[in-house]
């Protein structure tokens, strides 16, 4: 009976792996690992699959960094995803500050050749690619790229923290009449304030009527393992192991568990891992000789 259920446990494992391959398009919890919980996930799905992102970090593909500020690079880059004609030109050398081969070069350059950006300073001209973009300063670039500036009315004073002297105040309600933005905190815009990824992929999919995309929810348990690490939804990695025994994994184990990790997220691993003690399992209670291993012959 212990065999069988260890079969069981381990076909589930497998079943699971498998799973995932056929349904990586949205595996438990989303193409990213680590926006689960955050109201902007759905937004987050939606320009993921409108192939607007593609993430954060190329060597870590299910990481959104949703808490991370947007840069004026990464906004060029995001801008012509969203609305380029998939026909960039050659570069050009327009901003003093952008070289040739850079991942966002002609991107930036899109925007200047559009009337979309003016660049952040003259003499010479530069666009500043690492500076962090402000939420007045995505506003005027949104309108802009979205052909909605000669749309611009009087400020009428919809929110209390844009001054109707800004220069960004009557893009701020552009957005807003749009149905783009509805503030930041009671009837406050947060002009000065950081834009943040998760907050961009709203904006974002807002702007292009994308529909929010809910993936399914990461399951909390699994069914128990003997042996087995306990995986505890967001927690550490934890190993049974008591009095030095080696009843839980080694260190080089444990290095290429938080290595999954980061690759490809907790419930992925927890399948991974499943399998990984059944095969262990299964080889210790293969029957040996009694005084350990025999000579050939």
Known sequence: MKQRGL???????LALITAMGVLADLPPGGTF??????????????????????????????????????TRSQMAVLLYRSLGDGQLAAFEGVFSDVKDGQWYSRE?????????????????????????????????????????????????????DVQPGAWYAAHVERLYDLGITTGCEGDRFCPNAQVLRSQMATFLAR????????????????????GAFSFAAGGDIGAN??????????????RELHACLGRSGVWRCR?????HVCLRQAWENIPRPAGGRQPRG
């Open 108 to 160: 930036a350059e899109w925007l200047r050749n559009q009337g979309i950006s003016v660049g952040c300073a003259n003499s010479p001209l530069r666009y500043c690619p690492d500076r962090v973009l402000t939420r007045g300063e995505m506003a005027v670039l949104l309108v802009r790229a979205l052909g909605e500036e000669d749309a611009l009315n009087a400020v009428r004073g919809v929110f209390s």
């Open 207 to 226: 702007a292009l009527g994308l529909q929010p995309i809910v993936p399914p929810p990461v399951p909390s348990t699994l069914p128990p393992v003997e």
């Open 271 to 275: 399948a991974v891992r499943m399998v």
């Open 7 to 13: 079969v069981l446990v381990c076909a589930t494992g």
């Open 241 to 254: 192991e008591a009095d030095g025994s080696d009843a839980g994994p080694d260190r080089s184990e444990r």
């Open 33 to 70: 690992s680590d926006d689960n919980g955050s109201v902007h996930e759905p937004q987050i799905e939606a320009i993921a699959a409108a192939g607007i992102t593609k993430g954060c970090d190329p060597q870590f593909p299910d990481r959104y960094c949703p808490h991370r500020p947007v």
